[in-house]
């Protein structure tokens, strides 16, 4: 499990991003349980997560509608198949509107190009 957290701060809300090796629900499951461990995670307002099979995306957007699509999406455009990636948000108390969704674009960006991903 590979974390970034405090990569972006908009209006008081803040984003981390993590991701991992997943190729199944059971696995996706037990990727976010292992998350959730860490006080903070279990906190957030939104763990949104997705991961590309290689022939079709499973997601969540645990509240953030539209946003485990941009992130398969993300990860099926990068050939990335069997790798969960999830954008947390904590939220600051100012809706974002569609900045919202560049954020999360923003943050499976810093992820795709600064973790360690065998392709």
Known sequence: MQIFDGIISD???KYAVSGGPCSSPDEAKAFI??????KKF?????????YFTGEAP?????????AGMLIAQMLEREGLPNHIVVVTRWYGGKHLGGDRFRHVQDAVRHYLDNASLAK
């Open 33 to 38: 349980k292992e998350l959730c461990r860490k």
């Open 42 to 50: 279990a906190k957030a307002t939104h763990n949104t997560w997705a």
């Open 11 to 13: 209006r008081g809300s």
């Open 58 to 66: 499973v997601k969540n957007d645990d509240g953030e509608a539209g």
